[in-house]
């Protein structure tokens, strides 16, 4: 839904209000691997295409990782990942771009898309993120 509903510039507006500036973000599609999406394919394929095409914003700071869930409303505020918290995070390459987050146990896997109108800032913000070690703190 949030595809449809939001445009780059409401984007970049919500993490400039939010956080101060709009380079240190990435918009990502929610990313199942094939187990866990074989799984909720068989469970039910309605909720496999909803889950599937869920769309999130993922800023980096120095203190970790905020995310938020694009929806048909911009309302929606930012939940924290400490860096200090996240056991593995890892930036797979390959025909999609997947960034893989190991919060607390919890994998977390976002597809990082390059192209369309709504990502037409993630290649800039995820060659500047990767050049400054995602903006971490070592």
Not at 3 to 16: A, G, I, P, Q
Not at 79 to 104: P, S
Request: without cysteine; negative net charge; glycine residues 6%.
């Amino acid at each position: 839904m949030g595809l449809l509903f939001n445009t780059s510039e409401d984007l970049d507006k919500k993490v400039r209000e939010k956080f101060g500036n709009d380079k240190a973000y990435l918009v990502v599609f929610k990313h199942n691997s094939p187990a866990n999406g074989l799984g909720k394919l068989l469970l039910s394929s309605v909720y496999y295409v909803f889950d599937s095409n869920r769309t999130f914003l993922l800023y980096f700071d120095p203190k970790g990782v905020y995310e938020s869930e694009i929806s048909n409303t911009d309302k929606k505020d930012f939940v924290f990942m400490a860096w200090n918290e996240i056991e593995d995070f890892e930036l797979v390459e390959g025909n999609k771009k997947i960034l893989k987050i190991n919060h607390l146990g919890k994998i977390f896997q976002y597809q990082v898309e390059l192209d369309g109108k709504l990502f037409k800032n993630n290649y800039k913000n995820l060659t500047e993120l990767m050049e400054n070690n995602w903006n971490r703190i070592d």
